[in-house]
Each structure stands twice: as C-alpha cells, then as structure tokens.
C-alpha cells in the first residue's frame, strides 16, 4: 500500500484538499461529495455484521432490503455510508447485464447540435 491508500494517507489528502479549496475560493468543486464503504464478505452473515458494527460506530441506523443492508450518517452535509450487497443481489445483477456487451440498438442514435 502506498501512502495515498493508507488511512493516514487518506486523511491527510483530505485536509490537504479542504486547506487548499479554503485557500482558492475561486477554484470551483463538486458539492456532490460522498464517502461510502463497500463491505466485501464472503458471506451474508458476515457482510450483514460488520455493516452492523459500522453503523453502530457512527450512530446510525441500519436499513436492511432483500439481504442486502447500509447505514449513513452525515458530517456537517457531507455523507458517510457503509453498504453490502447480498450474494443473491449480486447475482440477480450479473445475471440481469450478463447480455450488456452483446445487444447494441440497430441504428446509430444522432446526437443535437452542440453535444
């Protein structure tokens, strides 16, 4: 791991980039910041547990849907969200985009001017 992949490492980008935005009002950035954890379990049980853990962390509540579950909790505007997504629902998706690189539309769509 390098230090930009290390949770210090992540951190310290992170001030870095607030210290600098406060320091260049004129340099424009995206209001539509989102920190998110996508646990990765090699079972329900523990997928559903630590996005439990997590939200029991940050004080948040945990929705569950179809297996799969997230907690968010918001930073002065700025979202934090853990998620897991079920087998079954991982599944269900590649089975449901398993044709995506083999259907194209019959005629090419025409973009309007100035796209």
Same mark, same amino acid.
């Given at each position: ?8 490492? *992540?951190? +310290? /980008? ?7 935005? #406060?320091?260049? &009002?004129?340099?424009? @950035?995206? $209001? ?31 929705? *569950?849907? +179809? /297996? ?7 930073? #002065?505007?700025? &979202?934090?969200?853990? @998620?897991? $997504? ?30």
């Amino acid at each position: 791991m390098n230090q930009q992949t290390t949770r210090p490492g *992540i951190i +310290a /980008g992170l001030r870095a980039l607030a210290d600098f935005h #406060e320091a260049n &009002p004129d340099v424009p @950035f995206s $209001v539509a910041a989102d920190f998110t954890y996508c646990v990765l379990a090699d079972n329900d049980a523990d997928g559903l547990a630590e996005v439990r853990r997590v939200a029991e962390l940050l004080g948040a509540e945990v929705n *569950i849907n +179809a /297996g799969s579950a997230d907690a968010k909790r918001m930073f #002065e505007g700025l &979202p934090f969200r853990v @998620f897991y $997504v079920s087998r079954q629902r991982s599944a269900d998706w590649q089975a449901l985009t398993s044709y995506d690189q083999n259907v194209t539309a019959d005629q090419a769509v025409e973009q309007p001017a100035g796209v």
